[in-house]
């Protein structure tokens, strides 16, 4: 196991539902990450996080919306989602600011959580 | 716009052989390339990191190129092994400043017994 989990596995909901993604770090890791990846696509960043502060968010919908109340948690709250948005959803995490160079740089992923939007 | 191309064919080799996967970007200068590999169902794992003043990289039975030039990583598997298929991604990286990952969509690397 990489150190990071995420919940639930799989989920499947409505177009007008609402749910949560959960993520956890247990590697002690001050920033953290939601990819979106799609079939036949490549990874897309979506929201990073530092030391709780949001550093980026890639355009992503407003109808996905990120929480991390600590470093070791993240969130990602969906709401009114389209069929398109069905994927893996992947979280992440790296030592952004001790250790090696190359400890900095990489990510821990968790094992994903696959959605289906009916 | 930035652009990562991988084999989008799988790639199939006998076993013991040395597989090789390409990894070309267009339109930006990465600092550094890393190389991920994931597996059916699971989220990629890291495998080695490159910085672009660094040609080749190594870690076991794996080797990492990277020729700024032509804007071309090459990765290498020697002595491949049915518990290397999986799919292998590449993902470039800007220099400080950003947390801009870039990911390939992956090559899937079958190793046939």
């Known amino acids: 196991e990489t150190g990071v989990t995420q919940t639930p596995r799989h989920l499947v909901m409505g177009m007008t539902n609402k749910k949560s993604l959960k993520c956890e770090q247990h590697?002690?890791?001050?920033?953290m990450y939601w990819y979106k990846q799609s079939a036949k696509k490549p990874l897309e960043l979506m929201f990073v996080y530092n030391f709780k502060e949001q550093t980026e968010n890639n355009s992503v919908p407003s109808r996905f919306s990120p929480e991390c109340p600590n470093s070791s948690h993240l969130f990602l709250h969906l709401h009114t989602l389209q069929p398109e948005d069905s994927a893996l959803y992947l979280c992440a995490s790296s030592q952004d600011r001790a250790g090696t160079w190359e400890a900095q740089e990489t990510q821990y992923f968790g094992p994903g959580t696959r959605l289906l939007v009916l | 716009s930035q652009k990562i191309e991988q084999n989008s064919e799988a790639l199939n080799i006998q076993e013991g052989k040395t597989a090789t996967l390409t990894c070309n970007y267009t339109n930006y200068s990465p600092a550094y390339l890393q190389w991920y590999r994931q597996d059916p169902g699971r989220g990629p794992v890291f495998l080695l990191l490159?910085?672009?003043?660094?040609k080749e990289k190594r870690k076991e039975r794996l080797k990492v190129t990277f020729d700024t030039t032509l804007k071309q990583s090459l990765f290498h598997i020697t002595a491949s092994q049915p518990a290397d298929s999986a799919t292998y991604l590449c993902?470039?990286?800007?220099?400080?400043?950003?947390?801009?990952?870039?990911f390939g969509t992956g090559t899937r690397l079958k190793v046939l017994a």
């Open positions: 590697l002690g890791h001050n920033a």
């Open positions: 490159i910085r672009e003043n660094e």
């Open positions: 993902a470039p990286r800007r220099g400080s400043g950003t947390y801009k990952y870039i």
